[in-house]
């Protein structure tokens, strides 16, 4: 999964330079997920929960103060990328 999302990532980047994160930035987000993955391995998550976990800012943010359609830019990706994968892997 952490590959598929540093996959992800780079297509974004590709697509819209705005998206291209630091180098130092990018290694502390996939540290971050794969730290997230690992906790959670084996478990099964619907894809909004999956998101959910993902995201960094949770964190330190709680969800209500970036309701739709304010949310940062990275919230979207993960939600994207999870309901992707899911509909991907039927998992």
């Not at 999964?1 to 297509?11: F, P, R, T, Y």
């Not at 971050?32 to 894809?47: G, K, T």
Request: aromatic share 16%.
């Amino acid at each position: 999964m952490a590959n598929s999302i540093g996959d992800a990532l780079n297509e974004l980047a590709e697509e819209h330079h705005f998206f291209k994160l630091p180098n130092s930035a990018r290694a502390q987000l996939l540290a971050h997920v794969r730290a997230i993955l690992e906790q959670f391995e084996w478990q099964y998550h619907p894809d909004a929960d999956l998101a959910e976990l993902l995201d960094p800012f949770l964190l330190a943010v709680d969800p209500e103060y970036y309701p739709l359609p304010y949310e940062t830019w990275i919230v979207a990706f993960f939600r994207q990328w999870a309901l992707e994968y899911e509909n991907k892997n039927e998992e």
